[in-house]
């Protein structure tokens, strides 16, 4: 089994939502964060000061599918999630040992179908 975390833009999630549906996945979490990479943010005015943001608005999304799906999902996110621009964010890889289903006690393969 494989964890696949992606960080993408906030206006992408629905997008990425429906490219991983149609890629057969079952399920996924997400969260809001805050970030930067080579994007560094922005400055913005506010009631004449000017400040700068250095840390972006992303979500993080993050599914655990079996290994013969990981790259249809990975390719659905990149897909989908692709602007072109500096800040479409990163997706990382990583092993899964194991999973279980707390309800049935299912493992496995088993537990994330």
Known sequence: MKRIEA??????LEE???????????????IEVKGFGRQRGHTEIFRDSEYSVDCLPKVEIEVVVCDEQASA??????????????????????????AVRIR????GAEAIN
């Open 7 to 12: 960080i993408i833009r906030l206006h992408k």
């Open 16 to 30: 990425v939502k429906s490219a991983l549906n149609a890629a057969g996945v079952m399920g996924m979490t997400g």
């Open 73 to 98: 999902a990975i390719i659905a996110v990149v897909k989908s999630a692709r602007t072109g621009r500096i800040g479409d964010g990163k997706i990382f890889v990583a092993a899964v040992e194991q």
């Open 104 to 107: 049935t006690a299912q493992q």
